[in-house]
């Protein structure tokens, strides 16, 4: 049985690849569990290995396992591992070469249901014997996927083996009669299954009992009072919203002084390019589209990009290191569930504060396709680090006030958590709705283990987010930004702020005939115009509502709050406009690199138009909505 792509591709190469040897890997922490799956794996193949691991987490917990014992009653070779220590794999290595030579015969005690089940079992592998020459584990796995009636199973049978069973007049003559003779006992395809895994987790229950000993460690007992707090239903979420914030807060603050050497190292940069092209005699229309144009727009983009990642994917990693994750997961899977989704997709999200496009990369860890597809479309309600810096810009000009030092800093952080509390409760509205009319299903089952905690790894943590995170998404960014995207945007930016018709910009011309419509949002039309226009990337959106007020021809750099604070409020900002320019720039349409990446992920266009579409019509009914109830109670 299989519930993923990988599970699949994984049952049909050991059927029917016939593979030397089929190493199954188990926790020790919870080897009843796995236990299923060994059995399961038997049922195809007889050369098997099982391979024990997380023996040290094991013995942290007070669990002993009769490693002899258990391969005794398995019928196959059982080795213990602990995965991190090299030396611990030689006897696994020595085992596998025994095997493929053929030193250690295997005899699998493969799972035996009651007898009603196994005659009627005997019965189709015989008619198969007759019809088909096949592997000798085949007959009977065949003979159980028929009686269950799994149509992807059945259809890898005939594409691996080039028959139709299906279509066997003999063999279905014989299915009917087995069906029949299990409906007398009130077995019948809808409840078959149910019936074959009951067996295997009642069998897999008596070994486990019968090789495990425990004993409650202390570090076991730490593990269950933590978690008494971190899952309890009084203090989980609070714990986790504040775990959250105090990751935002550190990578808000943190990246106001890499970025701002980096924008100083790129400003060096721009003034020797501008002295190359003046000396080189290049046409000043020219220097200025590619250095003011291209050139700026790309360096903007990476000098408010890299550090927030830089900062956010390590500590990321260390809760995940940690094992606190998975607990982020089960605290909201009561809340996803009611929403016919799985507590998996708040994983994805987390990933996705940091770039949504590694949140939706990350969203192959759900098995389901529909929920995988939902999780996907609704990753870009919560803000990306592209986000952070105008949404804490605009907190501190506008929320936090006259407030400065490190009060201001806090009262900041707590108005973009209930913006990102605002994009959570969205997303589980959106996920409802869409499970309820495009994408109808109910939750698939979501077993969930709960690690032990763990010291995190410091030299690990930095490799893995940096190397595997940071860098891979700067550069697919980057990649993206400067052949596809970014490069050809700031051209047309600088273009569209340079080129006019009777005496107004283009820009202009195009905010003035949005402005009717964003004046409906609480907005005005430059602000909609910059969200338009920073549809590479979030980055940028700021500094094009300070080009469009200034009346500027390229984008300008003012990283002085006051100063921005200044131009905003003399061009008509107060409160209200703030508070729905956060709101959209949670709710509005992904950057032009995680929609590449959702039309990668989905093969479709059509779900990444839905991706595009769905946040953005939210953020506009949430942003009206507002307006509408300052205009009748404020105002």
């Known amino acids: 049985m299989s519930n993923s792509e990988e599970e699949e591709i994984a049952r049909d190469y050991i059927c029917f690849e016939k593979p ?25 193949t007889d050369n098997i290995i099982v391979c024990v691991n997380l023996l040290d987490e094991a013995k942290s917990k007070g669990i002993n396992i009769d490693l002899d014992k258990l391969s005794s009653l398995l019928g196959c070779p059982v080795v213990g591992t602990i995965a ?26 493969k799972p035996k249901y009651n007898k009603l089940i196994e005659d009627n079992i005997k019965i189709l592998e015989n008619e198969l014997k007759k019809e088909y020459k096949l592997n000798k584990n085949l007959y009977r796995w065949i003979s159980l996927k028929l009686i ?59 070994i486990s009992k019968e090789v495990c000993r425990f004993t409650r460690s202390s570090e076991s007992k730490r593990d269950i009072k933590i978690d008494k707090i971190l899952t309890s239903k009084k203090f989980g979420i609070p714990i986790m919203i504040l775990f959250l914030g105090v990751i935002f807060w550190i990578t808000i603050i943190g990246a106001n002084y890499p970025s701002e050497l980096l924008f100083n190292m790129f400003a060096f940069f721009q003034e020797k390019l501008i002295n190359f092209a003046e000396f080189i005699n290049c046409p000043q229309w020219l220097s200025n589209m590619l250095i003011l144009g291209v050139y700026q727009t790309l360096t903007w983009i990476i000098s408010v990009m890299l550090p927030p990642m830089a900062i956010f994917f390590p500590l ?86 006259s407030i400065s030092g490190f009060a201001g800093s806090i009262i900041s952080t707590i108005a973009v958590i209930c913006v990102i ?55 697919r960014a980057i990649s993206v930004a400067a052949i596809v995207v970014a490069a050809p945007a700031g051209l047309i930016i600088w273009l569209f702020a340079n080129i006019g018709i009777d005496g107004q910009s283009l820009l202009t011309i195009i905010a003035n005939f949005l402005d009717p419509f964003a004046k409906l949002m609480g907005l005005d039309g430059y602000i909609l115009t910059a969200f338009i226009f920073g549809i590479p ?42 508070i729905n320019v956060m709101i959209f720039t949670c709710l509005h349409f992904p950057c032009t690199t995680t929609l590449m990446t959702i039309k990668k992920e989905t093969s479709s266009l059509k779900w990444m138009f839905m991706s595009f579409a769905i946040p953005t019509v939210c953020g506009i009914i949430i942003c009206m909505i507002t307006t509408g109830i300052w205009n009748l109670f404020v105002v």
């Open 20 to 44: 030397d040897v089929t190493i199954i890997v188990v926790d020790a922490t919870c080897l009843e569990r796995n236990l299923n799956l060994v059995y399961q794996t038997m049922e195809i």
């Open 84 to 109: 991190k220590k090299k030396k611990t794999l030689n006897n696994l290595i020595s085992t596998i070469y025994n095997v493929c030579e053929k030193k250690i015969s295997i005899l699998p005690s």
């Open 148 to 206: 269950d009636g799994e149509k992807t199973i059945l259809n890898s049978i005939g594409n691996h083996l080039n028959i139709d069973i299906t279509t066997n007049e003999n063999i279905n003559i014989k299915l009917n009669n087995v069906l029949g003779n299990l409906e007398q006992e009130n077995i019948n395809k809808s409840n078959f299954k149910n019936v074959i895994i009951s067996s295997i987790v009642t069998k897999a229950e008596k």
């Open 316 to 401: 990321f990693t260390f809760l995940e290191d940690l094992g606190y994750l998975p607990r982020i997961a089960f605290n909201m899977d009561g809340f996803f569930k009611k929403c016919c989704c799985t507590g998996k997709q708040m994983i994805t999200m987390c990933m996705g504060f940091g770039c949504n496009a590694a949140g939706v990369v990350g969203c192959r860890i759900i098995d389901s396709p529909r929920e995988r597809l939902i999780a996907i479309i609704t990753n870009a309600f919560v803000p990306c680090n592209g986000r952070f810096p105008f949404l804490i810009a605009i907190a501190s000009i506008f929320i936090a006030g």
């Open 421 to 475: 509390l605002l994009g959570i409760f969205m997303t589980l509205v959106v996920s409802k709705i869409l499970s309820k009319t495009i994408l109808k299903g109910v939750p698939s089952s979501f077993v969930l283990e709960l690690p032990p905690y763990r010291k995190p790894q410091f030299g690990k943590i930095l490799i893995r987010s940096i190397f595997d995170r940071t860098l891979f998404v700067l550069g």
């Open 537 to 578: 990337a979030n980055e940028i959106v700021l500094p094009i509502i300070l080009m469009c007020y200034l009346k500027g021809t390229a984008l300008c750099n003012i990283d002085n709050n006051f100063e921005i604070a200044q131009i905003l409020i003399q061009n008509g900002w107060n409160l209200l406009t703030a």
